[in-house]
């Protein structure tokens, strides 16, 4: 069964400190892993997809990297309006259209 | 492009009655998907329809739960009866073509937090 294990739960940071966030996951053959972002009372709103390990993404502060056990979404010099909920997914090549989520990791950005 | 548009936001009910949500996805999109978010299990794929038919609806809980799309633009998801472990956010994404593509991303509706006494 496909799993994906985000870390940590919940992060703060000062605005400018940069960090990462964890999604490792297991899963029989990896068709596509997503990041998505969500704010409060929305829904996620898609920001990546990574397809096979080596790969990178960029959008803005965020950057997203793919090995064969798990991703990391880097946040350089975050901002406020980066405070959200990050979710990792994945899709395996058996599961149709089917995505398993992680629970998610909500970042907060102090000024 | 308005989004995917679901209705009600919220949606407060007791035990034992019947509840509807309703979903329209982005025009042209050809895949709708229903995701239940919770807590404690986080997002959970409910039901998947491609061209208004059902491909897979192993992820509902129960035959209380039942969902149709009658047309390319509408979809509901019935609870019948409800219980109060059904309280959660229930979403709605579309997309065009197959959900890996690098052009066809989910895009998430809103929601519906369903609240069941």
């Known amino acids: 069964e496909d799993q994906v294990t985000q870390s940590p739960e919940a992060l703060r940071l000062q605005e400018g400190e940069s960090s990462s966030l964890n999604c490792s996951y297991t899963v029989s053959g990896l068709r596509g892993l997503f990041w998505y972002r969500q704010d409060p009372g929305k829904g996620p709103e898609f920001l990546f997809t990574l397809y096979s390990a080596g790969e990178e993404k960029e959008k803005e502060r965020l950057k997203a990297t793919l090995t064969k056990k798990e991703s990391f979404l880097h946040i350089t010099a975050p901002k406020p309006e980066d405070s959200a909920t990050y979710l990792c997914a994945v899709q395996d090549r058996w599961g149709a259209q089917k995505l398993v989520f992680g629970q998610g990791t909500r970042l907060t950005i102090n000024p | 492009d308005a989004g995917v548009i679901q209705s009600p936001r919220h949606e407060v009910t007791e035990m034992g009655q019947e509840v509807t949500l309703r979903c329209k996805p982005i025009s042209g999109h050809d895949y709708l998907f229903w995701y239940r978010q919770t807590m404690m299990r986080g997002l959970e794929l409910l039901i998947y329809f491609n061209n208004n038919v059902p491909i897979d609806d192993s992820g509902m809980p129960e035959d209380r739960f039942s969902a149709k799309m009658p047309n390319a633009s509408f979809s509901t998801l019935k609870i019948q009866p409800s219980e109060p472990r059904d309280s959660a956010v229930y979403f709605c994404?579309?997309?065009?073509?197959?959900?890996?593509?690098?052009?066809?991303?989910?895009?998430f509706g809103n929601g519906t937090r369903l609240t069941v006494t």
């Open positions: 994404a579309s997309s065009l073509g197959a959900a890996s593509s690098y052009n066809s991303p989910l895009h």
